[in-house]
């Protein structure tokens, strides 16, 4: 990271010398991140103090925004160069990003090779394993030696994203096997490399989602996969380092949306106009969902006078149940998420569930009838037993849905993280307050219980 005096005095006139040489001699990562946190008009300032590699190299550790704003601030000799320097997958990032007139533009200033690895990423659905791969892998020709691989690898792919791993194809560039850099470097040169490679690849299909990808990744520990189109052909690779942004896409999605925050892709410095669309929808939808709640208590209201500590128990019923309710959605979002949980569960970890939700219901249940007795005076003790009773069924009820609607979005094949933290909030204080409520009124009425 780059030393706080030089944050403080980035752009008095004396020290711009210096700080050229700070940036120039600093990670592309940190100066990314220094430039991101800059004022607005600073920026591209900053950005033209780098050199042209350091350039290259920081331009992609910017987010979409910044970027898009240097590329305003340049000259367009410029900006091809950095835009032709980046990897495919990384320049399709930014062009989803960019205005279709501005992506037309730039496409042009690309090589005929570059443009055409471009264009292929694009050409393939947002989130799946076609559109974050790269086009940059090391291919090696079904026949060849060991010793003429390494020759070709040296000649040839010294910009390839990664040569950890090298993968023969025939002359259709049907995917036929893998071999490692550690099996090449050590074996003798005049073995065939058909001889050494593996006939077992773990790949991936164009259309896969990226998180599928992940897990695939992740289950076989692979420092890249290569990606497989529907006639077997080779076509990318997606790489470690996109495995690591899609994890952390996926999980910031699913928090988000578990929050009630539309699209699940709100940036903290987005601006508050992208604040307000990312939020306020939900926002509405929860008092909506209140409303709900609130008709469905309306009805009682002269139970509610005539038993003026319900007013004090209620709101435990919305906050405990709520949170038992979040608690379990949360780990079976994440379960589904990473894959350690498919819809074939759904048994299994209820029953589980329900077996941590019976021991949780009777501590809160008894908790509940010990806070009654204290709230309530003695003509109202008997509350107690029905609040208890009531504590102990809303959480068994909080534990099946947490399981439940997230495992049955998953079987029909939907986004598990559409059940947000909110709606299933709301509908359990319904479901507890109605029940609460009604037992109330049934003593009273029936049983004619003193108030």
């Known amino acids: 990271m780059l030393l706080e005096d030089v944050r403080n005095s980035a752009f008095d006139i004396g020290d711009l010398n210096q700080l050229k040489l700070d940036l120039n001699s600093t990670q592309p990562v940190d100066v990314g991140e220094y430039i991101t946190q800059l004022p607005k008009q600073d920026r591209a300032i900053a950005f033209r103090l780098l050199n042209k590699h350091q350039a290259i190299d920081v331009f992609e550790y910017l987010p979409a925004e910044v970027q898009e704003e240097i590329i305003n601030s340049l000259h367009d000799v410029q900006v091809a160069q950095i835009i032709e320097a980046m990897s495919p997958d990384e320049r399709a990032e930014l062009f989803d990003e960019l205005p279709a007139g501005v992506v037309k533009r730039l496409l042009q200033e690309l090589s005929p090779e570059e443009r055409q690895a471009t264009a ?117 690779i997606v790489t470690i380092d996109d495995v690591v942004d899609i994890l952390e896409e996926e999980a910031t999605e699913d928090i988000q949306k578990l929050a009630g925050v539309s699209g699940g892709d709100e940036q903290p410095f987005s601006s508050p106009l992208v604040t307000l669309r990312k939020r306020l929808p939900w926002l509405f939808g929860v008092m909506l969902l209140y409303i709900g709640a609130s008709s469905a208590i309306a009805p009682f209201q002269e139970t509610i006078k005539m038993v003026p500590v319900l007013a004090v128990i209620m709101p435990l019923f919305s906050n405990t149940g709520g949170t038992v309710g979040i608690q ?53 003790r008997w509350v107690s037993l029905v609040a208890g009773t009531v504590m102990a069924t809303n959480t068994l009820v909080a534990v ?50 003193k108030a």
């Not at 490679?197 to 896969?208: D, G, H, L, N, Q």
């Not at 998420?337 to 021991?359: C, N």
């Not at 849905?401 to 909110?422: N, Q």
């Open 120 to 236: 292929t990423i694009l050409g393939y659905a947002e989130g799946t394993a076609g559109r974050v791969m790269t086009t940059e892998y090391v291919r090696l020709r079904d026949g060849l030696t060991v010793g003429e691989a390494l020759s070709k690898i040296r000649r040839q792919d010294e910009d390839k994203e990664t040569i950890y791993y090298a993968y023969v194809t025939d002359d259709n560039r049907t995917l036929m096997s893998v071999v490692s850099l550690r099996q090449l470097l050590f074996t003798f040169p005049e073995v065939l490399i058909t001889d050494i490679a593996s006939t077992r690849v773990i790949k991936v299909r164009t259309e896969m989602p990226q998180e599928e990808v992940a897990q695939i990744m992740k289950r076989y520990d692979l420092i890249a996969v290569p990606v497989v189109d529907r006639e077997e052909r080779l076509v990318g």
């Open 328 to 380: 379990t959605l949360t780990v079976t979002i994440r379960g589904l998420g990473v894959g350690e949980l498919t819809p074939q569960d759904t048994f299994k970890i209820l029953r589980k569930e329900l077996q941590a939700g019976l021991g949780t219901a009777v501590a809160l249940g008894l908790t509940m009838i010990m806070l009654s007795l204290i709230w309530a005076p003695p003509q109202e």
């Open 400 to 449: 099946t849905l947490g399981t439940l609607l997230p495992m049955g979005l998953k079987r029909l094949k939907l986004d598990p993280a559409l059940v947000s933290g909110p709606l299933v909030t709301t509908m359990l204080d319904a479901i507890g307050f109605v029940i609460f409520l009604t037992l109330i009124s049934t003593a009273l009425h029936i049983f004619h219980l």
